[in-house]
């Protein structure tokens, strides 16, 4: 039993974490996007009110408006947190290991002689915080890494650069 519990801490110690700012970014992306439809019901729902559309009903929308309401309280305060929690990522010389989940927690190891390249992205919020999203590309999918510092992420795209050069020869 003891050896389950060190060889499991051993197992988290080993990932590395997102940096703390991705939070925020991610609450700041969740808030565009779901604001919109909660703004859009609550509009049409008192738009409705005032106009007498019977097709409508004022407790209608107002059970939808509160419905968008609680889904964008959650998906900015909770989700952003959780995923956090969840997700990890780990570099070796043979494989990149990954970590992600909201309810399904999936583990995947990419090795280096699949890796075909290496990309940096940041969008207008990413770069708010001055956070990138690193991707490893394969044949068969691309693996993210988002919510790195910059300047960390550039470190990582040169390193599994390398490593999966390394691991062609």
């Given at each position: 039993?003891?050896?389950?519990?060190?060889?499991?801490s051993?197992?988290?110690?080993?990932?590395?974490?997102?940096?703390?700012?991705?939070?925020?970014?991610?609450?700041?992306?969740?808030?565009?996007?779901?604001?919109?439809?909660?703004l859009?019901s609550?509009?049409?729902t008192?738009?409705?009110?005032?106009?007498?559309?019977?097709?409508?009903?004022?407790?209608?929308?107002?059970?939808?408006?509160?419905g968008?309401?609680?889904?964008?309280?959650?998906?900015?305060?909770?989700?952003?947190v959780?995923?956090?929690?969840?997700?990890?990522?780990?570099?070796?010389?043979?494989?990149?290991?990954?970590?992600?989940?909201?309810?399904?927690?999936?583990?995947?190891?990419?090795?280096?002689?699949?890796?075909q390249?290496?990309?940096?992205?940041?969008?207008?919020?990413?770069?708010?915080y001055?956070?990138?999203?690193?991707?490893?590309?394969?044949?068969?999918?691309?693996?993210?890494?988002?919510?790195?510092?910059?300047?960390?992420?550039?470190?990582?795209?040169?390193?599994?650069?390398?490593?999966?050069?390394?691991?062609?020869?």
């Open positions: 039993m003891e050896f389950t519990e060190t060889n499991e051993r197992k988290e110690d080993r990932f590395r974490r997102l940096h703390p700012d991705w939070i925020a970014a991610s609450r700041l992306g969740s808030a565009y996007f779901y604001a919109i439809p909660l859009i609550a509009a049409l008192v738009f409705a009110a005032m106009r007498d559309w019977n097709w409508l009903p004022l407790w209608a929308g107002s059970l939808v408006t509160i968008f309401a609680l889904l964008f309280v959650f998906a900015v305060f909770r989700i952003p959780i995923l956090y929690n969840r997700f990890g990522f780990a570099v070796f010389e043979e494989e990149v290991e990954i970590r992600k989940g909201l309810f399904f927690i999936t583990e995947t190891l990419i090795p280096m002689t699949k890796v390249h290496v990309e940096l992205e940041s969008g207008p919020i990413l770069r708010k001055k956070l990138a999203e690193l991707k490893i590309v394969t044949a068969a999918t691309t693996h993210r890494i988002a919510g790195l510092k910059t300047e960390e992420a550039e470190s990582l795209k040169q390193t599994i650069g390398e490593l999966a050069r390394r691991t062609e020869e």
